[in-house]
């Protein structure tokens, strides 16, 4: 979670934060909704909590010396310093737009499937519906509004709709500022540690949905899953090497 990537996972927190603080008005006991929130925000707070204390430190360790003011390092004088934000930026170049250039082509073209993959499932995550299929029949209750609670128990396909949700937006987030902002080789890597997009390549091999594509149809499914073996043995030798995505 000290990563930076790590914080998105605080998106997941503050999606039901901000929607429980959007129904106290609607509510008939605001007051036991508001409690509802606290472990909610607690949680959300651990998260910034990892990232926000090494700063401090930080801080501490390289910018409180009075005496060497001249020759404190520039990241100390920002409003919000921050050395994360600092060795980033000067030492990596990171930065949006920095690495789009002609000489990273390559490896934009190397992170491609995986921003794809990843956007392409994070946007079915956030629109898909309902599937009727795995509801079982006879469990609706009339008297329970999922879209007025998210947080109740609700039948298996609005519930796993909501858990699909809230974890498809962190998804979707670490590919846009992978495109615009990371050293884009990376997102190869922090993939790994996102669900949707397994859900979603496991919905496609249920459906046996195919493609077009150079004049015959493909499995998508299969022709992702192949890739997926085939690109960590490669990967397994590159990062041996010392070579993007390491």
């Given at each position: 979670?000290?990563?930076?990537?790590?914080?998105?996972?605080?998106?997941?927190?503050?999606?039901?934060?901000?929607?429980?603080?959007?129904?106290?008005?609607?509510?008939?006991?605001?007051?036991?909704?508001?409690?509802?929130?606290?472990?909610?925000?607690?949680a959300?707070?651990?998260?910034?909590?990892?990232?926000?204390?090494?700063?401090?430190?930080?801080?501490?360790?390289?910018?409180?010396?009075?005496?060497?003011a001249?020759?404190?390092?520039?990241?100390?004088?920002?409003?919000?310093?921050?050395?994360?934000?600092?060795v980033?930026?000067?030492y990596?170049?990171?930065?949006?737009?920095?690495?789009?250039?002609?000489?990273?082509?390559?490896?934009?073209?190397?992170?491609?499937?995986?921003?794809?993959?990843?956007?392409?499932?994070?946007?079915?995550?956030?629109?898909?519906?309902?599937?009727?299929?795995?509801?079982?029949?006879?469990?609706?209750?009339?008297?329970?509004?999922p879209?007025?609670?998210?947080?109740?128990?609700?039948?298996?396909?609005?519930?796993?709709?909501?858990?699909?949700?809230?974890?498809?937006?962190?998804?979707?987030?670490v590919?846009?500022?992978?495109?615009?902002?990371?050293?884009?080789?990376?997102?190869?890597r922090?993939?790994?540690?996102?669900?949707?997009?397994?859900?979603?390549?496991?919905?496609?091999?249920?459906?046996?949905?195919?493609?077009?594509?150079?004049?015959?149809?493909?499995?998508?499914?299969?022709?992702?899953?192949?890739?997926?073996?085939?690109?960590?043995?490669?990967?397994?030798?590159?990062?041996?090497?010392?070579?993007?995505?390491?």
């Amino acid at each position: 979670m000290v990563r930076s990537n790590g914080l998105l996972s605080g998106l997941i927190f503050a999606y039901d934060a901000t929607w429980r603080l959007g129904t106290l008005y609607l509510s008939a006991q605001p007051f036991g909704k508001l409690l509802g929130v606290v472990p909610t925000l607690v949680a959300g707070s651990l998260i910034a909590v990892g990232f926000v204390v090494p700063q401090y430190v930080a801080w501490l360790e390289y910018c409180t010396d009075n005496s060497a003011a001249e020759t404190l390092r520039p990241w100390c004088k920002k409003r919000v310093p921050s050395i994360y934000a600092w060795v980033q930026s000067h030492y990596w170049d990171v930065g949006f737009l920095r690495y789009w250039t002609i000489s990273n082509i390559p490896l934009f073209i190397l992170a491609a499937p995986m921003l794809y993959i990843l956007a392409k499932s994070a946007i079915w995550g956030l629109t898909r519906r309902t599937d009727s299929k795995i509801i079982k029949p006879g469990k609706r209750n009339s008297k329970i509004d999922p879209s007025n609670n998210p947080g109740i128990r609700t039948p298996n396909g609005e519930r796993a709709r909501q858990i699909i949700v809230r974890l498809a937006i962190p998804q979707l987030a670490v590919a846009v500022m992978a495109l615009t902002g990371y050293h884009v080789q990376i997102i190869t890597r922090l993939a790994s540690g996102y669900p949707v997009w397994y859900w979603w390549l496991a919905s496609m091999m249920s459906e046996n949905r195919e493609v077009e594509l150079f004049g015959r149809k493909w499995r998508l499914a299969r022709v992702i899953s192949r890739w997926m073996v085939l690109y960590a043995i490669l990967q397994g030798g590159l990062f041996a090497s010392f070579l993007p995505p390491a």
